[in-house]
Nanobody
Framework: QVQLVESGGDLVQPGASLILSCAVS????????MAWYRQAPGKERELVGF???????YYTDFAKGRFTISRDNDKNTVYLQMTSLTAEDSAVYYC??????WGQGTQVTVSS
């Protein structure tokens, strides 16, 4: 059974940085692409970016230059480092291993 434990969400001020973590168990972590999605209230879920098993990556335009996805295959954990946060980044963030599995998400709120 695949289990995801997302953490790191918080209430932060505009301009702050935050690191989200997603610990994964129940699958061969190192062989899977790891994606991050987000969903803001009243909006559709959107892709933030992903990191492939070979380390290649992709970011949606809003994430380029501000967000970084990394993975630690020894810890079965994927990270989303976010900088220069704005109110528009407020959302529930989800990690999605292998494009198949969704957790409960972690809430990020950016507000002064």
């Amino acid at each position: 059974q695949v289990q995801l434990v997302e953490s790191g969400g918080d209430l932060v001020q505009p301009g702050a940085s935050l690191i989200l973590s997603c610990a994964v168990s129940g699958l061969l972590f190192s062989s899977k692409p790891m994606a991050w999605y987000r969903q803001a209230p009243g909006k559709e879920r959107e892709l933030v970016g992903f990191i492939r098993s070979d380390g290649g990556f992709y970011y949606t335009d809003f994430a380029k230059g501000r967000f970084t996805i990394s993975r630690d295959n020894d810890k079965n954990t994927v990270y989303l480092q976010m900088t220069s946060l704005t109110a528009e980044d407020s959302a529930v963030y989800y990690c999605v291993p292998g494009w198949n599995y969704w957790g409960q998400g972690t809430q990020v709120t950016v507000s002064s």
